[in-house]
């Protein structure tokens, strides 16, 4: 009986130890598959932007935030930092989009997530893929544009170049008086 319970206990023990790396290898591969598999164009925004790892890049190149913008039914965009000088001159350039994307984090340091690039002149495409329209009037007070979300740092299970990330949250944006 001694002998049978001493198995047990080990197979027990290496059930769930199994299941634990299982569980971690999981959790792993959902947050790296979105962001290193499905786009060659999200690999090329990643190699073209990455100076804006650290917001400072963003705001030394004359972006500045707007409020984190949530989804109605969950996700959001994060706070955008919108370079008004790339915004009017229409132009798409894979290094220099309109807007650079940040989800506000627990301690209050600032995650890049995405870019977004926006034009009034389309149809719009990047590297073959398609823009999506936004008609006017819209919550941004712009007139007709074209944009695309690239979300080349975070995984979207919605797809890669979905407007919302249901991954990302506005929870931890300060308030514009802070």
């Known amino acids: 009986m001694n002998m049978t319970s001493n198995f047990c206990i080990r197979l027990l023990a290496a059930a769930v130890v199994t299941a634990a790396c299982t569980s971690l290898a999981r959790a792993h591969q959902e947050d790296a598959a979105p962001i290193s598999g499905d786009s060659p164009l999200a690999g090329k925004v990643r190699a073209a932007n990455s100076r804006f790892l650290d917001v400072k890049a963003a705001t030394a190149e004359g972006y500045a935030p707007i409020p984190c913008a949530s989804g109605i039914t969950g996700g959001a965009m994060g706070i955008h930092y919108v370079n008004g000088q790339y915004l009017k001159d229409d132009k798409i350039d894979i290094a220099r989009p309109e807007a650079v994307m940040y989800e506000p984090m627990a301690d209050g340091t600032l995650k890049l997530v995405?870019?977004?690039?926006?034009?009034?002149?389309?149809?719009?495409s990047l590297d073959g893929q398609l823009f999506n329209f936004n008609s006017a009037p819209n919550r941004y007070g712009l007139g007709e544009f074209y944009e695309l979300h690239v979300w080349a740092w975070k995984g979207n299970p919605t797809g890669t170049f979905a407007d919302m990330n249901p991954k990302v949250s506005c929870e931890h944006a300060m308030a514009p008086t802070q």
């Open 114 to 124: 995405a870019v977004e690039y926006i034009t009034s002149k389309g149809p719009a």
